[in-house]
């Protein structure tokens, strides 16, 4: 029973986290049209001004950390953002779709794919640039919002198994772009600034041992110690907020057979309690009340509800943030030159063809060695054209253009072809699902 209770929450989860994320990307779609108009409006110089040149911060002594609003975004928010996912790693390794081999390995076949596929394309567009291909990374990523808000679109007729396939192929997917960020994007290293960062994580780790179950404890310990140490240690910042997310506590503070023996007889109290024919509850009733909600509160995991309460403020304030502050890219010249960019040309090739090719061929390669199935309901078309929806780069690859490239004009020409892979590998991707249901196969 216990087993079933938590295959059913899992897909709750998933399904609360779908219809989230397909709102939020409708959200991102807006705000990137909005950007891009107004950074190629004459209020330009406006909008370069509110996100790179107006700086605020704080200064405490000889000390001073002053930043830009765009690199408060990337450098602070988007912290926030990968601790969240870090909250749907942790669950989903421990109790979703990754949390057995079976269940994990489709997604987990597909999304090794659709990172090493687009790599390869954009490396062999730009083999011979050494000042270029330092962006393989670029075309790796998946943007899940801006994929499943317009999978929301096509409505029912896409199964909801290709959603949680293309969900936990996503999560994969960042998980590996966590690694290559850490490991391939930061170029000095401080180590004893790690060291320290280390020693915080130590504390929570070991917090989480004891039972320690406040938020603000690790909201406190993981601001002040691990990422501030990260954010002078050369390792991006937004590793921190992973890190932290580990370490958060999955065990409730009671047992499930406490909790359904302690509801049980709180309720029957509350039946049993003097009828009150007044519209306001006796001293009693509010009392009764008042423990149901704390022993509810007791039989939640700590992640369970940071992840809820955080998962709107990512979806709706923090990725329409960085959208609105990273997606305004100033067309200056003839597009058609940006476009055929080496830098760009890889991209595009990477997101449109690498993702889609990479995806479908390693998922066939699962299914023929007989390593995984195809979910219930879900045909190759589904695969073929969600294959193409996560060549929707956007946050991610934005993200990673701003750590891969110095030069503010190659990351200018990187967006470029981010917003048209992405474009593109939409268009293609809801022809192809929007005709699945037709298909045989």
Not at 98 to 123: C, D, N, Q
Request: aromatic residues 10%; charged residues 15%.
């Amino acid at each position: 029973m216990k087993k079933d209770n938590r295959r059913t929450q899992s897909l709750f989860n998933i399904g609360a986290y779908i219809r989230q994320e397909s709102l939020g990307g409708i959200i991102l779609i807006l705000v990137t049209i909005v950007a891009l108009i107004w950074a190629n409006s004459g209020f330009y110089d406006s909008y370069h001004y509110l996100w790179h040149e107006l700086k605020f911060g704080i200064t405490f002594g000889d000390f001073e950390l002053k930043k830009s609003i765009h690199l408060w975004i990337n450098d602070g928010l988007m912290a926030i953002f990968f601790f969240m996912i870090g909250l749907e790693i942790k669950r989903e390794v421990l109790a979703g779709e990754l949390s057995s081999i079976k269940k994990a390995s489709l997604p987990l076949g597909a999304a090794v794919g659709g990172m090493v596929v687009p790599a390869a394309f954009y490396a062999i567009i730009n083999f011979n640039n050494p000042e270029y291909i330092h962006g393989w990374g670029i075309p790796m990523a998946t943007d899940i919002a801006f994929a499943l808000g317009l999978m929301s679109i096509l409505g029912p007729k896409i199964p909801v198994n290709l959603k949680v396939f293309l969900t936990a192929l996503a999560i994969a997917d960042d998980l590996g772009a966590i690694l290559i960020i850490a490991i391939f994007y930061t170029d000095t290293i401080h180590i004893n600034e790690l060291l320290q960062a280390g020693g915080f994580l130590g504390v929570l780790m070991i917090a989480n041992r004891l039972g320690v179950r406040r938020t603000s404890f690790y909201a406190l310990v993981g601001f002040l110690g691990v990422w501030m140490s990260f954010l002078f240690s050369g390792v991006h910042a937004t590793i921190a907020g992973v890190l932290i997310a580990l370490t958060i506590p999955v065990r409730p503070k009671i047992s499930d057979e406490k909790f359904i023996s302690s509801i049980t007889d709180l309720t029957t109290k509350f039946i049993n309690a003097r009828p009150n024919n007044s519209s306001l509850r006796t001293d009693r009733e509010a009392k009764l009340i008042n423990d149901i909600d704390k022993l509810s509160d007791d039989a939640h995991t700590p992640l369970q509800k940071l992840e809820h309460a955080l998962h709107p403020i990512t979806a709706f304030i923090i990725l329409p943030l960085f959208a609105l502050s990273n997606a305004g890219v100033k067309i200056d010249g003839n597009i058609f030159n940006l476009l055929s960019h080496p830098i760009a040309l890889g991209i595009i090739a990477g997101l449109l063809l690498g993702k889609s090719i990479g995806i479908s061929l390693f998922s066939k390669f699962m299914v023929m060695l007989k390593l995984a199935d195809l979910p219930e309901g879900v045909k190759w078309s589904h695969i073929y054209g969600a294959s193409f929806f996560a060549g929707i780069g956007f946050t991610m690859s934005i993200f990673i253009s701003v750590l891969a490239f110095v030069p503010d004009e190659f990351v200018e020409i990187a967006k470029v072809g981010i917003i048209t892979a992405s474009l593109f590998s939409a268009i293609v991707g809801f022809i192809i699902l929007s005709r699945a249901d037709k298909s045989k196969k």
